[in-house]
C-alpha cells in the first residue's frame, strides 16, 4: 500500500490541481494536508480578511474531498515538522507541492526537500499551480527573467498553458486524525463587506463572469462604478481557482474581453516571474531612483482613513476597508497619491494593503507598488495620476464617490470631484476636509526631490 501526501499551500482546490492530481494517481492513498503556518503569522501575512477567507477555501475543501470519500487534515506549526511527522506516521514515501515564488517559499521547499531526503522521502515540486506558466519558462537573452512587460507577453502568449487537468473522483485517505478547521466565525477583525471564499463560490463567480461580464471587460474595466471587473483575484491567491484553467476558458471565448482578460492574467505571471528572480524586490527597489521619501504621519494617516479631501483617493481607500478589496483603477490611483503626491515610502502603502487585502499577495502587490512608485518595472516612473482628471474620466457620474463617501453625496455632479470649489459658506456644511496637500506642491515634491 502506498501513500502520498498532497500538501495544499496557496492551491486550495479540487479542479485542475496538479498537486493533488499528481498524488492520486501516483499511490493508492493520499494525505489531503493542509498546515497553518507558523512561518506566515511570523512574517505579519495572517490579516483578518485573509484568514477569515481562508477558513472558507478549508472548509470548501474539505467538503469537496469528503464528497469523494476523503477528508482534509490539518495540521498547527511549522510546515516542515509537520510534514515530516505525518509523513512518518502515514509511511508516505513522495510529498506533492506546488512551487511558490517568495524567498519565504523558496526557504521553505528547501528545508523541507533537505529533511525529506534525509528520511529517504522525495519531494515533488509542481510549477503551474500557482501561475499559468511556470516563473521560468520564459527568459530573455542572456537574463534570467523579463523586466518589462510587453516581451514578457509576447513570449507566455506563444509558450501556450499546460493541459486542464480533472478533478479526482474519489480520494482514499489512510486513518489519520484531521484536526480541528479553522472558522471564520472565530476570526476577529474582519472587514465587513469581505466575500465569501471558496472553490464553490469561485467556480460559481466564474460562471457567471464567462456568462456575462467577460465580453464588456475591454471597455468596461476602468469604470469604477460599473464595477465591471472579474473579482476573481481572491480565488487566484488562495488557488481556490486555477489561473491556467481562467487562460483555456478565456481564451475559447475569443472576444475582445476576454483577451483583455487574459492579458491581467500574463501581468500576474510577470510579477510572479520577477519575484522568483528577484526576492528582495518584495521589501526592496527593484529599480532604485534615490528618492527621499518624506514621512509625514498626518498625511499617511489621512490616506489611510479615507479622509485626504480628494474623493476618489477616499473613496477607494473607504472601499478598501470596507470589503478587503478594492478596484485596479482605485488601486493605482491611491497608490499614486499616497508616492507621487504625498511622496511617501511605497512600503507604507504595501504594508496597508497587505493587512487589509483578501488578494493580498507579495508579488502582485509588492510589483504592482514599485510599477506605480517608479521604483519598479515601468518604462515611465514618473508618471502621476490625477485624482480630479481619474474622477472624471472614471467616475464621470460621480456614482462611486457617492456611495464611499455618502457625506459628498447630495452634492452637484461638477462638485463631487472638487468640493474645495464649493462656495464657503456650502463647505462649512460639509463634514469632509480640505485636500491635505495642494496637487501642485505634490508635483513640485515629486519633482524636486527625484530632478524629474
Not at 494525505?31 to 507558523?38: G, I, N, S, T
Not at 526576492?279 to 498625511?299: K, L, N
Request: charged residues 25%; aromatic residues 8%; proline residues 5%.
Amino acid at each position: 500500500m502506498t501513500v502520498s501526501v498532497a500538501l495544499f499551500t496557496s492551491d486550495l482546490r479540487l479542479h485542475d490541481n496538479p498537486v493533488l492530481y499528481s498524488a492520486v494517481r501516483g499511490a493508492d492513498q493520499v494525505v489531503p494536508l493542509f498546515v497553518d503556518d507558523d512561518g506566515v503569522r511570523a512574517a505579519g501575512f495572517d490579516a483578518p480578511n485573509r484568514r477569515a477567507f481562508l477558513a472558507d477555501c478549508l472548509a470548501d475543501l474539505d467538503a469537496g474531498l469528503r464528497a469523494r470519500g476523503g477528508h482534509l487534515v490539518v495540521r498547527s506549526g511549522d510546515v516542515v515538522e509537520q510534514v515530516c511527522a505525518l509523513a512518518t506516521s502515514v509511511g508516505a514515501d513522495r510529498v506533492h507541492l506546488a512551487g511558490g515564488v517568495s524567498g519565504y517559499a523558496a526557504r521553505r521547499e528547501g528545508r523541507l526537500r533537505a529533511e525529506l531526503e534525509r528520511t529517504g522521502r522525495t519531494l515533488s515540486v509542481h510549477d503551474t499551480v500557482v501561475t499559468a506558466l511556470a516563473p521560468g519558462a520564459v527568459t530573455p537573452a542572456g537574463s534570467d527573467h523579463y523586466a518589462v512587460f510587453t516581451p514578457y507577453f509576447r513570449r507566455w502568449a506563444e509558450a501556450g498553458v499546460r493541459d486542464r487537468v480533472a478533478a479526482p473522483r474519489k480520494v482514499s485517505v489512510p486513518e489519520v486524525a484531521p484536526g480541528s478547521l479553522p472558522r471564520r466565525a472565530d476570526v476577529g477583525g474582519v472587514s465587513p463587506g469581505v466575500m465569501e471564499g471558496g472553490e464553490t463560490a469561485g467556480r460559481r463567480r466564474l460562471r457567471r463572469w464567462l456568462a456575462g461580464g467577460i465580453a464588456g471587460y475591454e471597455d468596461g474595466h476602468d469604470d469604477l462604478a460599473g464595477d465591471a471587473t472579474s473579482r476573481l483575484s481572491p480565488f487566484l491567491h488562495f488557488g481556490a481557482l486555477s489561473a491556467a484553467e481562467l487562460v483555456h476558458l478565456a481564451r475559447h471565448k475569443g472576444s475582445p474581453g476576454a483577451q483583455a482578460f487574459v492579458r491581467q492574467l500574463a501581468w500576474r505571471d510577470f510579477h510572479h516571474q520577477v519575484l522568483a528572480a528577484r526576492p528582495e524586490s518584495a521589501h526592496e527597489d527593484y529599480r532604485p531612483r534615490g528618492d527621499r521619501w518624506r514621512d509625514d504621519e498626518r498625511e499617511i494617516a489621512a490616506w489611510r482613513e479615507g479622509r485626504t479631501g480628494y474623493p476618489l483617493v477616499d473613496a477607494a481607500m473607504r472601499q478598501l476597508t470596507h470589503e478587503g478589496w478594492m478596484h485596479n483603477r482605485g488601486r493605482m490611483l491611491v497608490a499614486s497619491f499616497l508616492t507621487k503626491t504625498l511622496y511617501a515610502d511605497w512600503r507604507i502603502g504595501a504594508r496597508h494593503f497587505l493587512d487589509l487585502l483578501v488578494d493580498g499577495d507579495v508579488a502582485n502587490n509588492q510589483l504592482n507598488w514599485q510599477w506605480v512608485a517608479g521604483t519598479g518595472t515601468d518604462t515611465r516612473p514618473n508618471r502621476v495620476l490625477n485624482p480630479v482628471v481619474q474622477g472624471k474620466r472614471f467616475d464621470p457620474h460621480g456614482s462611486y464617490v457617492s456611495r464611499w463617501v455618502p457625506e459628498l453625496a447630495g452634492l452637484e455632479r461638477k462638485f463631487l470631484h472638487e468640493p474645495w470649489k464649493l462656495k464657503a459658506a456650502d463647505r462649512a456644511g460639509l463634514d469632509y476636509p480640505d485636500p491635505v496637500v495642494d496637487l501642485a506642491e505634490g508635483r513640485a515634491r515629486f519633482e524636486r526631490a527625484r530632478g524629474a
